[in-house]
């Protein structure tokens, strides 16, 4: 996957935390995904546990907030198993010029730390 992936979305400010509203319908088919991320979902952004924090960089930033997105929807609605879905993140991270092993950090966390947010 070596197409850069970016999601059009506004910010919004909810209960003093800040989310990501996906701005228009977007399909990730070019990206080798078979769904459509609608208009007016919702991301938290990178959603990683806490002690990684300071290793890949904030929630909300240019060349991780399209893929955070995109696997966030693909949480929600199951449309590929958790193992496919992270593996996919790694992969959209690395295709939008995330550091390789940054990327391989981030998907150790979600492999990890992900489970719970799946069911």
Not at 19 to 47: K, N, Q
Not at 53 to 60: F, K, M, N, Q
Request: charged residues 20%; aromatic residues 14%; contains cysteine.
């Amino acid at each position: 996957m070596a197409q850069y992936l970016e999601i059009p979305w506004r910010p919004l400010e909810r209960r003093g935390d800040l989310v990501c509203v996906v701005e228009g319908d977007f399909d990730l088919a070019p990206w080798g995904l078979r769904t459509v991320i609608p208009a007016g979902y919702e991301s938290d952004g990178m959603s990683v546990p806490r002690w990684l924090w300071a290793s890949v960089g904030p929630r909300i930033a240019p060349r991780t907030i399209g893929p955070s997105i995109a696997h966030d929807w693909l949480y929600t609605r199951h449309c590929t198993t958790r193992a496919e879905a992270d593996a996919w993140y790694r992969s959209a991270l690395r295709g939008n010029g995330y550091p390789s092993w940054r990327c391989w950090e981030v998907w150790l966390g979600v492999r990890l730390g992900g489970g719970s947010h799946w069911s």
